[in-house]
């Protein structure tokens, strides 16, 4: 299996690493964070936390205190650390939407220096950083009352009154190279907290907000889903796919952490895994029903095309081959397919279903070429064209020109989310490594797009070869 974003492996130097469970789903539309009011003010303290992005294209705070903020750059995709007067802007890009981040932000005395992934990327900047004491102030995916996060947040540790490096909270992969979690062991001090989301059964400041640092230092969640489903398995130990918004062609509406799609009109993406051997099991919740009878959104797989000369990034293939896809024609049952080397689709008049309600599932065979279109689990077709050369084949999906109100949105669950953004009971299947969270059954060999289920590499440190 390929990931455009970093993978996670799971063992350090013959041992299990330590392993986050959850991170905590933020949606910018639902103006969604953590807040609480410190008990004393600081202007000497870490923060380490792991983030994935979701949505790029908008200022997002990661962590504020009061005005001062932690925060992606819209245009630029840097990270900002604002001390309340002077924007210090990191000279590298973040703009990965398909990988976890590990940021460090070292306030000494007031003065901050940050790492992301063990890289320096601030160096003593600003002044006058701290932790204020102001009701509410103490913000996890905002600023004041703005620029909320959008994406996934894991493993918050704040440890009041001590500078830790960034080892304190992570390590190296003796096999890989990779910068993975590690358990913090240290004390954290008086307004310091453990956020780590293992707790959804509610979503409550002593649930969702549970600080676990021994501390009791919980913060009020603000505009979470009510059922707890923001609460997901895709973490810095174990990173699935999502939709990709920065491999599409004419960006869809993207939330719902790249996870919803909204099938914006002659819109396409694609996920942020590819394969090129195993099986696979993914599925696709369909939110809306289609108002005409005109052609929509149509799911399946497709492979880059080749690049041309000039192209910044690879090329989405949504010409008449390469693909293979799914999608209703009207709404009295008609459904239209096209195998992966066909060049037009076939319709039949009577046996789908691409509704509100409706469950797709897709059982992806790369080792034997076929895969299986499932809609609330019954087969309604299956392609046996899909290549077996190598080719990297990426779950898809995308609109046709038939006007926006015509479109179906939809929750992909590549595992991390049996409720489908809570629209559905989680149903607690997962596939045979025990991995998932999937409505209906996974079937025999079957797995999750996650870095869980990579094969082991190759190539032992290949930043020694590279």
């Given at each position: ?7 996670s ?9 330590h392993?986050?469970e959850?991170s905590?789903r ?5 103006s ?11 202007t000497?303290f ?12 908008e200022?997002?705070?990661i962590?504020s205190?009061?005005?001062?903020a ?21 000279a590298?890009?973040?703009r990965?939407p ?10 000494n ?18 002044s006058g ?12 995916g905002?600023q ?6 959008n994406?996934y947040q ?5 440890v009041?009154g001590?500078v830790?490096?960034p ?12 910068w993975?979690?590690?358990?913090y ?7 310091g907290f ?6 959804n ?5 002593t ?11 919980n913060f009020t ?7 707890a489903h ?12 999502t939709?990709?918004?920065?491999s ?5 509406t993207?939330?719902?952490?790249n ?6 009109n ?16 993914w ?13 929509i959104a149509a799911?399946?797989?497709t ?20 693909r ?9 049952g008609?459904?239209?397919y096209k ?5 037009n ?8 279903t ?7 599932s ?8 076929t895969?299986?279109?499932y ?5 309604v077709?299956?392609?046996?064209t ?19 109100s015509?479109?179906?949105s939809s ?8 409720t489908?953004a809570?629209?559905?009971t ?8 025990g991995?998932?969270?999937?409505f209906y ?5 079957h ?9 082991d ?6 930043n020694?070869?590279?």
């Amino acid at each position: 299996m390929t990931s455009i974003g970093s993978p996670s492996p799971f063992f350090f130097g013959g041992k299990k690493a330590h392993e986050v469970e959850r991170s905590l789903r933020f949606s910018y539309g639902d103006s969604a964070n953590l807040t609480r009011t410190s008990s004393s003010a600081s202007t000497t303290f870490t923060y380490s936390a792991w983030v994935k992005r979701a949505r790029i294209g908008e200022y997002q705070s990661i962590f504020s205190m009061g005005v001062q903020a932690f925060t992606f750059h819209t245009n630029y995709h840097t990270l900002i650390l604002y001390d309340g007067s002077t924007l210090h802007q990191s000279a590298r890009v973040f703009r990965d939407p398909s990988a976890w981040y590990h940021i460090v932000v070292q306030i000494n005395s007031g003065v901050a220096t940050s790492y992301v992934n063990n890289v320096l990327v601030h160096n003593a900047v600003g002044s006058g950083f701290t932790l204020t004491t102001g009701t509410n102030e103490t913000r996890v995916g905002s600023q004041v009352n703005t620029y909320y996060f959008n994406g996934y947040q894991a493993e918050i540790n704040f440890v009041d009154g001590s500078v830790l490096a960034p080892s304190s909270f992570a390590e190296t992969d003796a096999i890989t190279g990779q910068w993975n979690p590690k358990k913090y062991v240290g004390s954290y001090g008086t307004n310091g907290f453990y956020l780590n989301f293992s707790d959804n059964s509610g979503t409550t400041a002593t649930t969702l907000g549970k600080d676990s640092s021994g501390n009791g230092n919980n913060f009020t969640p603000n505009n979470f889903g009510a059922t707890a489903h923001d609460q997901v398995k895709d973490t810095p130990t174990n990173n699935f796919a999502t939709w990709n918004p920065i491999s599409t062609r004419s960006l869809p509406t993207l939330s719902e952490g790249n996870l919803k799609n909204a099938s914006d009109n002659n819109s396409a993406c694609n996920s942020t895994f590819g394969v090129t051997s195993g099986k696979w099991y993914w599925e696709i919740h369909i939110l809306t029903d289609i108002s005409t009878t005109s052609y929509i959104a149509a799911t399946g797989v497709t492979a880059y095309q080749t690049e041309l000369e000039g192209d910044s990034v690879p090329r989405l293939n949504y010409d008449t081959s390469k693909r293979s896809w799914y999608r209703a024609v009207n709404t009295s049952g008609a459904y239209s397919y096209k195998n992966y080397t066909d060049t037009n689709g076939t319709d039949v008049n009577s046996g789908g279903t691409f509704y509100g309600g409706t469950v797709i599932s897709f059982r992806l065979d790369m080792d034997n070429g076929t895969l299986k279109y499932y809609t609330n689990n019954t087969l309604v077709h299956t392609d046996s064209t899909i290549p077996t050369d190598g080719t990297v084949i990426f779950p898809m999906q995308n609109a046709t020109n038939s006007g926006t109100s015509r479109h179906n949105s939809s929750i992909i669950n590549f595992g991390q989310d049996g409720t489908f953004a809570g629209n559905k009971t989680a149903q607690g299947n997962a596939d045979e490594n025990g991995i998932g969270n999937f409505f209906y059954a996974v079937p025999s060999g079957h797995k999750a797009m996650c870095s869980a289920n990579l094969p082991d590499p190759t190539i032992k440190l290949p930043n020694k070869h590279f």
